[in-house]
C-alpha cells in the first residue's frame, strides 16, 4: 500500500517545522539567548508558533495517514492536506503579526486546523463502522 498523498503532506508539514525552528534559532543567536526567552518577546512568539505548530502535527498527520491507509479518496485527502497546510500557515502568521493577540489569519488557522482535525476524525470512524 502507498501512502504518496500523505507522505507529500507530512513532508511539506517538515518543511515548515523546519522555517519555524530557524526563526527560534535565528531569534536566539542575535540576542544570544541559550535557553528559554530572556524576557525577549520576539523570542517568545516565535517559539509559541512553533510550539503550537508541533502540538497540532502529530495527531492531523497520522489522522491523515490513517484516512489513506483506510481507503480514503485522493481528492479527499488532498482537500485536508492543503486546509491543514494553509490552516496553519494563517495560524503563523496570525499569531506572529498579531503579536500573541487577536488577528483574523490566527483566528482562521485554529478554526480551520481544527476542521481538518474533526473531519479525518470523521473519515476514520466512518471507515471503522463501515469495516464492521
Do not use: C
Request: aromatic share 10%; hydrophobic share 60%; proline share 1%.
Amino acid at each position: 500500500m502507498s501512502l504518496l498523498i500523505s507522505g507529500l503532506y507530512v513532508s511539506l508539514s517538515a518543511l515548515i517545522m523546519v522555517v519555524l525552528a530557524y526563526r527560534v534559532i535565528k531569534l536566539r543567536r542575535l540576542h544570544k539567548i541559550g535557553i528559554g526567552s530572556a524576557g525577549n518577546d520576539a523570542l517568545l512568539l516565535a517559539q509559541r508558533v512553533h510550539a503550537n505548530f508541533l502540538e497540532n502535527a502529530p495527531i492531523t498527520l497520522l489522522l491523515l495517514v490513517l484516512a489513506e491507509a483506510n481507503g480514503t479518496k485522493a481528492s479527499v485527502l488532498h482537500l485536508f492536506g492543503t486546509v491543514w497546510l494553509v490552516s496553519r500557515l494563517m495560524h503563523a502568521i496570525g499569531l506572529t503579526l498579531g503579536r500573541g493577540g487577536y488577528h483574523f489569519a490566527r483566528f482562521w488557522g485554529v478554526l480551520m486546523t481544527w476542521a481538518v482535525i474533526i473531519g479525518l476524525v470523521a473519515i476514520n470512524l466512518f471507515a471503522f463502522v463501515a469495516h464492521l
